[in-house]
């Protein structure tokens, strides 16, 4: 092997002792000081944006499952003590909880139509902010990767620099170590902010569906409680004829 060539050699080398491979990992564990920490956060972040992925991914399933099986059964009621009860029965559904919020008020319905759309209206921002749990923490991932990444990058090459100066050299065996560590926490800084990214708009699209329903669902129930309002509501029941209603 010739004198040009041995540099080159190391550099492809870099990380698995493979010629023309290239081992992450053992990059981020050759890495020291602010990138290394720098790496372990990147890595730390990615694993939450897959355990965020799984929980928002279950919990969503778990609440549009939930309230298509309250809707189905919704639809058979005749009454609203029916409908009531039906949401105690089924009090693990957005739509159960905010047909029982509107019941809380439901001797109050001399103040109007929009009163109680405002009861629902309030109700389903309650659901939102439930729905919406660690959304905010995913969010905050996708776009803070790639600049603690880029970060991590602008340091190690602030090192190769400083190599330079120390082994008053610019050879590859001297600052290709220090340019590995820099780029591969770019790297690893698009590793965590990609996935979280789709996941965020993944789960926050089923979201928004979800509340798109219970808006339109929430408008129709209305009618149920205000008898002026159109509904098939005749008889205002006060809240106390449902046992154990208003429990959490």
């Given at each position: 092997?010739?004198?040009?060539?041995?540099?080159?050699?190391?550099?492809?080398?870099?990380?698995?002792?493979?010629?023309?491979s290239?081992?992450?990992f053992?990059?981020?564990?050759r890495?020291?000081?602010?990138?290394?920490?720098?790496?372990?956060?990147?890595?730390?972040?990615?694993?939450?944006?897959?355990?965020?992925?799984?929980?928002?991914?279950a919990?969503?399933?778990?609440?549009?499952?939930?309230?298509?099986?309250?809707?189905?059964?919704?639809e058979?009621?005749?009454?609203v003590?029916?409908?009531?009860?039906?949401?105690?029965?089924?009090?693990?559904?957005?739509?159960?909880?905010?047909?029982?919020?509107?019941?809380?008020?439901?001797?109050?319905?001399?103040?109007?139509?929009?009163?109680?759309?405002?009861?629902?209206?309030?109700?389903?921002?309650?659901?939102?902010?439930?729905?919406?749990?660690?959304?905010?923490?995913?969010?905050?991932?996708?776009?803070?990767?790639?600049?603690?990444g880029?970060f991590?990058t602008?340091?190690g090459?602030?090192?190769?620099?400083?190599?330079?100066?120390?082994?008053?050299?610019?050879?590859?065996?001297?600052?290709?170590p220090?340019?590995?560590?820099?780029?591969?926490?770019?790297?690893?800084?698009?590793?965590?902010?990609?996935?979280?990214?789709?996941?965020?708009?993944?789960?926050?699209?089923?979201?928004?569906?979800?509340?798109?329903e219970?808006?339109?669902?929430?408008?129709?129930?209305?009618?149920?409680?205000?008898?002026?309002?159109?509904?098939?509501?005749?008889?205002?029941?006060?809240?106390?004829?449902?046992?154990?209603?208003?429990?959490?």
């Amino acid at each position: 092997m010739n004198p040009v060539e041995a540099p080159v050699h190391a550099v492809s080398a870099v990380g698995s002792g493979t010629p023309g491979s290239i081992d992450p990992f053992a990059l981020m564990l050759r890495s020291s000081g602010i990138v290394l920490v720098v790496l372990l956060l990147l890595v730390l972040a990615g694993s939450l944006v897959w355990l965020i992925w799984v929980l928002k991914s279950a919990q969503i399933r778990r609440l549009v499952g939930a309230q298509h099986r309250f809707e189905n059964e919704a639809e058979r009621v005749t009454s609203v003590s029916d409908l009531v009860r039906l949401s105690q029965q089924h009090d693990t559904a957005p739509g159960a909880r905010i047909v029982l919020e509107m019941a809380k008020h439901q001797h109050q319905v001399g103040k109007g139509v929009e009163f109680m759309l405002a009861i629902g209206k309030r109700a389903i921002v309650v659901e939102q902010q439930r729905a919406s749990a660690l959304m905010p923490t995913l969010q905050s991932i996708a776009s803070a990767s790639p600049f603690i990444g880029l970060f991590g990058t602008v340091w190690g090459i602030m090192d190769a620099f400083l190599r330079i100066g120390v082994e008053k050299s610019a050879s590859l065996p001297v600052v290709a170590p220090a340019i590995g560590e820099a780029l591969i926490a770019t790297a690893f800084g698009l590793v965590a902010a990609i996935p979280a990214t789709i996941a965020y708009n993944y789960v926050d699209k089923r979201i928004a569906d979800l509340l798109d329903e219970l808006d339109a669902s929430t408008s129709a129930w209305v009618c149920w409680f205000v008898p002026d309002s159109g509904g098939a509501f005749t008889e205002a029941a006060p809240s106390d004829s449902y046992p154990g209603y208003g429990k959490r």
